[in-house]
């Protein structure tokens, strides 16, 4: 089954207490990115990865990290969480050019930082 | 700086009746626009995709305009049910030519009544 995969699910950690977020995709796209969703802000992206090796920012990337050492894999780094960073994180992959361009969500990573 | 922008109020809509919802953008000049639903606390599911030459495109009971002159697209499902309760949000882009990011509306969250 096609699918993004995130981990963990849920998380409830203290500021200053680096974390990471896995995301996985098992469809070989080149395309992956990651978002936060907060109440009456929307989605924003923080950081894309246009293939292994490449990463660029988003709308919202400080205080994140990222990396892209595989192709399937593009974890979500918070070196030092701040209650600021408590949100609702999705991971997404796409295929690239050539295609609909249809983002495939991961289930979503609720982050708590007190 | 680009804006996106959907109606925050949510839409309620009697069972078997139309709804319509709208997608504004300024500042920007998208190449397509997507169209994704979201049920709470899940990643958004594609829907729909129009590009910047097409004036319509339907899938089922979904139905998308786009017209570049107003900057404004157009979302409809007809002979809505309950089930098409949701938050629908568009997301108009360059594509992977140019900016590579994806820019999300804050979405309007549609509830149709049995």
């Known amino acids: 089954e096609a699918q993004v995969t995130q981990n963990p699910r849920y998380l409830i950690t203290v500021t200053g207490k680096k974390l990471t977020v896995t995301c996985s995709q098992n469809m070989n796209h080149e395309y992956m990115s990651w978002y936060r969703q907060d109440p009456g802000l929307g989605l924003r992206q923080i950081y894309y990865s246009m293939n292994v090796e490449v990463t660029d920012k988003g709308d919202v990337p400080e205080g994140y990290k990222v990396s892209r050492k595989e192709k399937r894999n593009f974890p979500l780094i918070l070196e030092s969480p701040s209650p600021n960073q408590t949100s609702l994180y999705f991971c997404?992959?796409?295929?690239?050019?050539?295609?609909?361009?249809?983002?495939?969500f991961g289930p979503g990573t609720r982050l708590t930082v007190t | 700086s680009q804006k996106i922008e959907q109606n925050s109020e949510a839409l309620n809509i009697q069972e078997g009746k139309t709804a319509t919802l709208t997608c504004n953008y300024t500042n920007y000049s998208p190449a397509y626009l997507q169209w994704y639903r979201q049920d709470p606390g899940r990643g958004p599911v594609f829907l729909l995709l129009?590009?910047?030459?097409?004036k319509e495109k339907r899938k089922e009971r979904l139905k998308v305009t786009f017209d570049t002159t107003l900057k404004q697209s157009l979302f409809h499902i007809t002979a809505s049910q309950p089930a098409d309760s949701a938050t629908y949000l568009c997301a108009p882009s360059r594509g992977f030519s140019g900016t590579y990011k994806y820019i999300f509306g804050t979405g309007t969250r549609l509830k149709v009544l049995a």
């Open positions: 997404a992959s796409t295929r690239g050019s050539g295609s609909s361009y249809e983002q495939y």
């Open positions: 129009i590009r910047e030459n097409e």
